[in-house]
């Protein structure tokens, strides 16, 4: 695969290189892809391991041409989650990164844009995480509300 | 006096029993698509159900609508709009609420963004089941609807003036957000 | 003496008014029922605007924007009203002097005015932009209906609307302006001007419900709402007779008589009907213009064609 | 006139769905917008990784609502690359029909709601009706209009019944019929020529960096297609051409990547649909449709990274699902077409329009905010 030759290292998962990269050189690497071909950013995505302590990103870059998909992928600390923003690359990164930054509290540096996006003043603590137990918010958020019972014939 | 009171009761009667007719007649509802619902929207108001048979029109702003339809689940964010679109509206009004989602969570039970009992927060009139319902269906709730009208039954907006308080206190309490932040600011300046 | 003729008068004007209103509101019904079946579909009964109307006017809450937007639709119906009193209406007219052809446009314009009275009142952003529109739009689709008027004043050499249709219908059918070739362009020139009087599509600029959620109307809701439609109706009417009265005789088809009122009104209302839902099928078959793409259709083909019929028919009068 | 701030959504007639763009209007042009999404966010990948890998698939079908069926099918790839299943052959036709009369229905969908928004109600009362017939038969086959939950990993839920395909047969026809008029009406119109060309260009050069897929790409000349480039169900298998910018069939070409191409390359690809699904019916083999499925409460799936992407109506849809080898995903993350469409590209193709056009843009964007927010 292309992808491995160029970066001298990753392997092949179900037909798309999967490589796995410091965190200092993520952005030499999506640079060098981006030379070479690989000129569509499909996504990045976040995985919280929360047994080992740490957040994965996922950098998925397609090549139009050789009609590959590289995967990039870093770890960074779960409790120091600070990542450089790679928004000058491709401009929509930026998006993903607000939505990274939302869902998962991960602080990207050089991102100026990373105000609420999907959620609207949400005080508690990002939802994607795996400590965050949906299912108890849900009963102490919207289950402790009362219902508003009015006499007969006044709708429902 | 009284007797004179009592005409004046009788015919204000008659007339609230003849704007019944007429309203029952001519629902226009709000161009809102809360949520995936509202895919089954364009169908019920196009050529092969054509709601406009019954009068049923979308408007373009609350201002001029009478009928609320809550298409699907709800957001927080969302109801918020809900509750502002809702109170622009110049009443009767009536609210019909989509698929099992606003009944109570559906198949978002355990989903941190949606809220689960829609009449928690403002006054349902009709509840369609299904996810989603069918046009049909929904023909059928705007009917029964109408009837409900046409009998003074569907008087959700007049049970939101009257327990006002407990709605906006239950709104308040989703929305609780902007006092954890003066909260957090109040905090901030300790500090 | 007065005080009866003072009461006749007035009481036709309240059936002027009336008439208006159930004949307009009855056309849009029907022009629904007529753009349903384009659409493949039923469509609602041809009474339903009255129920809308009446659904309107029974609302229990009804927000002003302060007095302005409440003068405003005073302001519209008034001068919607006025303008239906100057028309010939199957050759019959209320008021009338001389030059009351100019006093028409005049009069037209009133209630765009109240609209922008309204508009400006309700503070919200889209009704100024829709209302910038609306006087865009009057401004455009003035000009070439101008320009066939004037070529009609020439003609008949008068300035009176009841002149004009005096002379039309002279000779019934046979003397109807459109029968000659200068005004039968000037005709379809005056059409489509009509067609943005009546906002409808290409020209439905200033209501466009996806562009600015319908405009000038945004805020109104309620009896507003419903007056709004009221004057909407008697404007269907009153634009659309304007056309009938300068080009096609006014539906004059006979001379005196009791007998022949009832049948000149008919025909009056014929026409008008076939004018509304030319124009409606138009509208169903064209997406909307953008509004200055719609000031060069007026200002520049429509103008154009206006002004041939003009020079043609200053060349027939000197002849 | 001053400036000011226009809010487009969310109950507004002119966006694409529960969404809002914040505009800062001067005079009639649009100088700045911004995208404000999120009123539809459920929360799908935090409750995806509360539920059994069955679980899922109802939930996966509601991202995208004008097209479900992109969803079920790209999940279940990525599943079955997880397990190393091959899915039986009959089972790969049956999943391009069903693809196939999705895409046509959701382009029925976007054509109507686009006609729409440039103000000629006729086309969506006549698309939406048209649509329709393909709703009958998913009906027929699947037992649900808007949702299916038909396309499961291993194959189709079940079989397809022997008459469906005379009814797709003569539903197809009508539609090839019913395109005739809609060229009438809407494609060849003069005014719709005058509204849209040149309107909210995409710069072809920057298309593929900004993230642009699907019809949008393919309206800026760029033929690429996720069923050529990746071939996924029975696409290898079926003949067709992709349709991009310069060839544009009986159509006029003008400037690429604007509304108008945007729209004909939707209106082209609906014939394009409806050839693929002849030529499936045609070749469709006979035998099983779905592979024996494991005990679904004790299911587990091996470790992996595993990324499958489909063509939908609205351009590219990925899911990249992480397995550790337990009874539920990891972590499952939908790329959905709209998040580049709907914030970055709408936003910079919003600036400087015009606000008679904003609604247009959108509309011709495909812009469906569930698969932004899900």
């Known amino acids: 695969m292309k992808s491995i030759e160029l970066l001298g290292k990753g392997e092949e998962m179900h037909g798309r290189a999967y490589i796995k990269l410091n965190v200092n050189e993520l952005e030499e690497a999506i640079k060098k892809l981006k030379e070479n071909g690989f000129n569509h950013f499909v996504m990045l995505s976040c995985i919280d391991w929360l047994d080992k302590g740490k957040f994965e990103l996922v950098y998925h870059m397609w090549n139009y041409e050789e009609k590959e998909h590289a995967m990039l992928s870093i770890d960074i600390d779960r409790n120091n989650a600070v990542m450089k923003s790679m928004s000058h690359i491709f401009p929509q990164i930026e998006t993903y990164e607000r939505e990274v930054h939302e869902m998962y509290g991960i602080k990207f540096e050089g991102n100026t844009r990373l105000t609420p996006f999907l959620l609207e003043n949400w005080p508690h603590d990002p939802p994607m995480r795996k400590d965050f137990d949906s299912k108890k918010f849900v009963r102490q958020m919207y289950e402790s509300i009362p219902f508003i019972e009015g006499e007969e014939n006044e709708g429902i | 006096m009284g007797l004179h009171n009592g005409d004046k009761m009788m015919r204000y009667e008659e007339w609230s029993k003849l704007a019944r007719k007429a309203s029952k007649k001519s629902l226009w509802m709000v161009h809102f698509c809360t949520g995936c619902g509202a895919v089954e929207m364009p169908p019920v108001m196009t050529s092969r159900y054509d709601a406009e048979r019954f009068g049923i029109t979308s408007m373009a702003t609350p201002r001029q609508a009478d009928v609320l339809l809550i298409t699907g689940y709800l957001t927080v964010k969302t109801l918020r709009r809900v509750i502002q679109v809702y109170e622009q509206m110049q009443s009767p009004k009536y609210v019909i609420a989509f698929g099992s989602c606003t009944i109570n969570g559906g198949m978002y039970w355990d989903s941190y963004n949606t809220i689960k009992h829609l009449e928690k927060y403002i006054p349902v009139d009709l509840y369609i089941a299904g996810c989603m319902p069918r046009p049909e269906g929904i023909i059928n709730a705007f009917i029964k609807l109408m009837k409900l009208i046409d009998e003074g039954k569907a008087r959700g907006w007049e049970k939101y003036q009257k327990y006002y308080d407990r709605y906006k206190e239950n709104q308040r309490r989703v929305f609780n957000f902007e006092i954890k932040e003066e909260q957090k600011e109040e905090k901030n300046e300790e500090h | 003496m007065d005080m009866i003729g003072m009461a006749i008068k007035i009481a036709i004007l309240i059936a002027y008014a009336i008439i208006g209103t159930c004949v307009g509101l009855l056309f849009m019904g029907i022009g629904r029922k007529i753009i349903a079946r384009v659409h493949n579909r039923v469509g609602p009964p041809f009474y339903q605007n009255f129920i809308d109307v009446a659904k309107l006017l029974s609302k229990k809450t009804n927000i002003s924007h302060g007095w302005i937007f409440d003068l405003a639709l005073l302001f519209s119906i008034s001068g919607i009203l006025l303008t239906l009193l100057f028309l010939p209406i199957g050759g019959a007219q209320l008021l009338s002097m001389d030059g009351d052809a100019f006093l028409v446009l005049y009069l037209l314009a009133i209630p765009a005015l109240g609209f922008a009275l309204g508009a400006g009142a309700s503070g919200n952003p889209n009704a100024g932009v829709g209302v910038m529109r609306a006087l865009v739009m009057m401004l455009s689709y003035e000009l070439p209906f101008v320009i066939t008027l004037i070529a009609l004043m020439i003609y008949y050499d008068t300035t009176s609307l009841a002149t004009i249709v005096k002379m039309q219908s002279i000779d019934g059918i046979k003397s109807w302006a459109i029968t000659m070739p200068p005004f039968m362009i000037a005709a379809f020139a005056a059409d489509m001007a009509l067609q943005g009087m009546l906002m409808e599509q290409p020209f439905d600029i200033p209501v466009a419900p996806h562009e600015i959620a319908s405009g000038p109307m945004v805020e109104f809701g309620g009896k507003y709402l419903g007056s709004l439609m009221l004057y909407k109706a008697i404007a269907l009417v009153a634009e659309t007779t304007l056309f009938v009265d300068l080009f096609l005789g006014g539906g004059v088809v006979m001379h005196s008589g009791v007998m022949a009122a009832i049948i000149n009104f008919f025909v009056w209302l014929g026409l008008i009907f076939l004018l509304f839902v030319l124009s409606i099928l138009i509208a169903a078959s064209f997406p909307r213009f953008r509004i200055e793409q719609a000031f060069g259709f007026y200002w520049k083909y429509e103008a154009i064609i206006a002004a041939i019929s003009l020079i043609w028919v200053y060349i027939m009068v000197i002849k | ?374």
Not at chain 4, 103 to 120: D, E, K, P, Q, V
Not at chain 4, 182 to 202: C, H, M, P, Q, S
Not at chain 4, 309 to 332: A, C, D, I, Q, T
Request: glycine share 8%.
């Open chain 4, 1 to 374: 006139m001053k400036e000011y701030e226009l809010f487009i959504g969310p109950q507004h007639p002119g966006i694409t769905g529960n969404m809002m763009y914040h505009l800062w209007v001067d005079g009639d042009t649009v100088t700045k917008a911004e995208c404000n999404v999120g009123y539809l966010h459920r929360g799908f990948e935090k409750l995806m990784e509360s539920r059994l890998w069955m679980q899922n698939i109802p939930l996966v079908c509601r991202i995208c609502v004008p097209e479900p069926d992109v969803n079920e099918a790209a999940y279940s790839m990525a599943v079955e690359q997880l397990m190393g299943w091959e899915i039986p052959d009959r089972a790969r036709y049956i999943r391009t029909i069903v693809l196939e009369l999705a895409r046509i229905a959701a382009y029925l969908m976007a054509i109507g709601s686009y006609a729409g928004s440039i103000g000629i109600y006729t086309i969506p009362q006549w698309s939406m009706g048209d649509r329709d017939y393909i709703l009958d038969i998913f009906e027929q086959l699947t037992g649900a209009r808007v949702y299916h939950i038909y396309i499961w990993p291993g194959g189709v839920r079940w079989d397809m019944p022997a008459s469906l395909p005379r009814l797709i047969e003569k539903t197809l026809n009508y539609i090839e019929e019913r395109l005739k008029l809609y060229d009438d009406v809407l494609f060849e119109n003069r005014v719709f020529f005058d509204r849209a060309i040149g309107v909210g260009k995409i710069p072809c050069s920057k298309a593929i960096e900004w993230g642009v897929t699907g019809p949008n790409l393919r309206a800026c000349g760029y033929g690429y297609d996720v069923r050529k480039l990746e071939p996924y169900a029975a696409y290898d298998e079926i003949d067709f051409d992709i349709v991009s910018y310069p060839d544009l069939g009986k159509f006029d070409v003008h400037e690429a990547g604007d509304a108008y191409t945007r729209m004909l390359i939707r209106r082209l690809e609906i014939e394009q649909s409806i050839g693929i699904i002849r030529q499936a019916l045609e070749k469709m083999p006979e035998g099983e449709h779905i592979l024996k499925h494991p005990n679904w409460l004790r299911w587990k799936v091996p470790e992996g990274y595993a990324f499958a992407r489909v063509e939908s109506s609205k351009g590219e849809f990925g899911y990249f699902v992480v397995s550790n080898g337990g009874l539920k995903p990891v972590r499952v993350h939908v790329r959905g077409p709209s998040y580049t469409h709907g914030i970055n590209v709408a936003e910079r193709l919003l600036q400087g329009a015009n606000i008679a056009d904003v609604s247009q843009i959108l509309f011709s964007l495909d812009i469906c905010p569930p698969d932004i927010e899900r």
